[in-house]
C-alpha cells in the first residue's frame, strides 16, 4: 500500500535521542519543541546565557530601593522613636541607619544567591542542548518519505515497550529495553543520512546530461530508502506479533476476572471462564514464543 502527501504529512515523528545520553538530557530533549530541534549538520549551538550582574539586577534593585527607602524615613522615625525611648535624635538616628545597612548587607548576600542560582537555571539547558549536539534528530530534518518511516519505527517501538506482556517479564524484556531505543536512533541517523543527500542534489537537472547523472543518484537514494523501511517493516512484523500476543495476553485476564467472581448465578459463567482459560494460555504460550523468537532474530541480528 503506498502512501499520498496527506498520509506522509501525518506522520510526524518525536525527537529521535541518542539512548545512550543521559537521562535527564534525553529527558530535557523530550520537553523542548520537536520542530524547533535541529542538529545533524549543524554546527554546535554557541548560546549565550544571561552574566551574573543581568541575573543580580532586578533582585539587587529591589533590595536598594529597599535600604534608601528605609534610610530616608529613618530620619522621621528617629524623631518617633527618640521621644518614646528617652533617646537622643542622633543616638535613635544612628541606631536606624545601623540596623538598615545590617539588612542591606544581608539583602546583599541574599542577592548573590538568587542570582548565583538564576545563572544556573539559565545556563544548565543550554549547556544541556550543546553536550546532546549531534546526538538527537528533529522531524525537520527529514525528507517527507523519512520522516513517515521514522514514525512508524517509532509507532512499533512503543507499541513493544508499552504492552503488558512486555511489562511483565513475557518477553525478552531486558533485550527489548536496550535494543528497541537503539533500534529507532539508528534508524532515525541512516533517515537523516538519506534525507541530507536528498536535500544536497539540485532540485533541477541544467542539461540532459546533469538530468541523467540527477536520476541515477535518485534512483540510488531511492534504493537505500527502500532499504531502511524493510528494517522497519521488520520491526512491524515484530510488533504484530506482540499485538497478537497482548490481544491473548488481556483475554486471559479478562477469563480469570470472570472465573474468580463468586455467586451462584456467577458459577455457571465461571466453570466456562476456566474451561477457556487453557486454550487461551496454550495459544498465549505460542504467540510469546513466536514474538520472542522474532524479536531475538531482529535485535541480536541488528545489533
Not at 11 to 26: G, Y
Not at 72 to 81: D, E, N, Q, R
Not at 140 to 155: C, G, H, I, K, S
Request: charged share 20%; proline share 5%; net charge negative.
Amino acid at each position: 500500500m503506498t502512501m499520498n502527501d496527506s498520509d506522509l504529512a501525518a506522520l510526524t515523528p518525536r525527537v529521535a535521542v541518542d539512548p545512550e545520553l543521559p537521562d535527564e538530557t534525553r529527558a530535557f530533549l523530550c520537553r523542548l519543541d520537536p520542530l524547533a530541534l535541529y542538529s545533524s549538520s549543524e554546527p554546535a549551538p554557541d548560546i549565550q546565557t544571561p552574566g551574573f550582574l543581568y541575573a543580580a539586577a532586578r533582585p539587587l534593585a529591589k533590595v536598594v530601593g529597599t535600604a534608601l527607602g528605609t534610610a530616608a524615613l529613618s530620619f522621621l522615625f528617629a524623631v518617633l522613636y527618640s521621644d518614646l525611648v528617652g533617646m537622643s535624635y542622633w543616638d535613635t538616628l544612628r541606631s536606624l541607619l545601623w540596623g538598615v545597612a545590617v539588612l542591606g548587607l544581608l539583602g546583599f548576600w541574599g542577592v548573590v544567591a538568587v542570582a548565583n542560582q538564576r545563572q544556573a537555571d539559565h545556563q544548565r539547558p543550554a549547556r544541556l542542548l550543546k553536550e546532546a549536539h549531534g546526538r538527537y534528530l528533529g522531524p525537520n530534518e527529514f525528507m517527507p518519505d523519512a520522516a513517515a518511516a521514522l514514525a512508524r519505527t517509532q509507532a512499533a517501538v512503543d507499541s513493544i515497550l508499552d504492552a503488558e506482556v512486555q511489562k511483565h517479564g513475557l518477553l525478552n524484556q531486558d533485550l527489548n529495553a536496550k535494543s528497541l531505543p537503539a533500534f529507532e536512533w539508528g534508524v532515525a541517523q541512516s533517515l537523516a543520512t538519506y534525507s541530507h543527500e536528498v536535500k544536497g542534489l539540485p532540485a533541477w537537472p541544467a542539461g540532459g546530461r546533469a538530468a541523467k547523472i540527477l536520476s541515477a543518484a535518485h534512483q540510488g537514494l531511492a534504493r537505500r530508502l527502500e532499504g531502511i523501511v524493510a528494517r522497519v517493516g521488520r520491526l512491524e512484523e515484530y510488533a504484530k506479533t506482540v499485538t497478537e500476543a497482548e490481544q491473548l495476553h488481556k483475554e486471559l485476564m479478562q477469563l480469570r476476572g470472570i472465573s474468580d467472581r463468586e455467586g451462584s448465578s456467577e458459577e455457571v459463567l465461571g466453570l466456562m471462564a476456566r474451561d477457556a482459560e487453557a486454550g487461551v494460555v496454550s495459544a498465549l504460550d505460542q504467540a510469546v514464543a513466536a514474538a520472542r523468537s522474532v524479536g531475538a532474530t531482529l535485535l541480536t541480528k541488528d545489533s
